[in-house]
């Protein structure tokens, strides 16, 4: 006799392709039309599913779990990041929870690449300009930026994504420098030529370019505070494209707009979706809207992973990308 499909519930729209296979499967039930759960949703979900599958914009905590059925076995996260997910309430029921770690390094990389030089080139200054009918010819002084080649980038968080940042920066020219809880290994230091700081303090005030590559958990919570940012030159240069909550929202913007900073590049927010309108009004701030991984490769690639994840836990087995609580992505 067949072995009964599990009951999978996907909380957002995914690829086709992953949608369609996801189908073909479980028992799946989709979001068609994209809309973000509501609370009273994502009960219902956890009341009858046997395998959720999140995203960040879900907030699984302990009161949410209160209300799963006794059939939920296992959480899918649709996504690398887990702060959204109380993985130790999880375990605590008895629930496993999986992420699809490594599959989006190569784009976020990207990301933060492409934000690093439209901040020193000033691209989106240009673009605007050029766009509102402001350009009246090319001029030796007009939109003058900052050359990558020869300057400090200080990457807080030397894991993948950090990592897969600093192979690309070398090749810009910039010098790497990093803040990590464990120092690399020998050989990625030597290949990079990477500079190890055990104070963040310390590397702050010498960066020309700070980028922010570290999981948002209870102790990265602004992390990069008030007094931290004010560590930083004036002519420095902040990528964040971990978690907002990493950075003091407030505090930076005050900055930014005392001119006590070069300019920022955000691909994250505090409170997303909503972002501080003060972001929006400064030229020296390049803003996304939370797509630092959205590429349909990466997102096909993470659809793969939820879908071994939940096949392994089928076939009774520990899931390969199984998050133990208090550990760090």
């Known amino acids: 006799m067949a072995k009964k499909k599990p009951l999978v519930i996907v909380t957002r729209k995914l690829p086709e392709e992953v949608e369609t296979r996801l189908m073909?499967?479980?028992?799946?039930?989709?979001?068609?039309?994209?809309?973000?759960?509501?609370?009273?949703?994502?009960?219902?979900?956890?009341?009858?599913?046997?395998?959720?599958?999140?995203?960040?914009?879900?907030?699984?905590?302990?009161?949410?779990?209160?209300?799963?059925?006794?059939?939920?076995?296992?959480?899918?996260?649709?996504?690398?990041?887990?702060?959204?997910?109380?993985?130790?309430?999880?375990?605590?029921?008895?629930?496993?929870?999986?992420?699809?770690?490594?599959v989006l390094t190569e784009d976020t990389a990207d990301m933060t690449m492409g934000l690093i030089l439209a901040l020193a080139r000033r691209l989106g200054e240009g673009e605007r300009l050029l766009r509102a009918g402001g350009w009246a010819g090319w001029s030796p002084s007009h939109m003058l930026g900052t050359r990558l080649g020869g300057k400090r980038l200080g990457i807080v968080g030397m894991g993948r994504i950090g990592t897969a940042l600093a192979r690309r920066a070398r090749a810009f020219g910039l010098s790497i420098h990093y803040f990590n809880r464990h120092r690399v290994a020998e050989e990625t230091e030597a290949e990079l030529e990477a500079t190890y700081w055990d104070s963040l303090d310390q590397m702050l005030a010498h960066m020309d370019i700070l980028s922010i590559n570290c999981p948002h958990t209870p102790a990265t919570y602004h992390l990069l505070s008030a007094r931290r940012l004010k560590l930083l030159?004036?002519?420095?240069?902040?990528?964040?494209?971990?978690?907002?909550?990493?950075?003091?929202?407030?505090?930076?913007?005050?900055?930014?707009?005392?001119?006590?900073?070069?300019?920022a590049g955000l691909d994250v927010f505090e409170n997303e979706p909503q972002v501080n309108p003060g972001f929006l009004a400064l030229d020296q701030v390049v803003v996304l809207p939370h797509m630092g991984s959205a590429t349909r490769e990466g997102r096909i690639a993470m659809g793969e992973k939820v879908m071994i994840n939940i096949r392994t836990w089928m076939d009774g087995h520990k899931p390969p990308d199984r998050v133990i609580p208090g550990t760090t992505i």
């Open 233 to 263: 030159r004036m002519s420095a240069f902040l990528i964040n494209t971990a978690r907002g909550e990493v950075v003091d929202e407030a505090a930076l913007l005050a900055m930014l707009k005392a001119g006590e900073l070069a300019g």
């Open 24 to 102: 073909e499967l479980f028992n799946t039930r989709l979001n068609t039309d994209d809309h973000p759960f509501a609370p009273a949703e994502l009960a219902e979900a956890v009341a009858r599913a046997d395998v959720l599958v999140p995203t960040v914009t879900d907030d699984v905590d302990d009161a949410l779990l209160d209300k799963a059925g006794p059939q939920l076995k296992l959480i899918a996260n649709f996504g690398n990041g887990i702060d959204h997910i109380d993985v130790a309430a999880a375990q605590a029921r008895g629930i496993l929870v999986t992420n699809t770690p490594g």
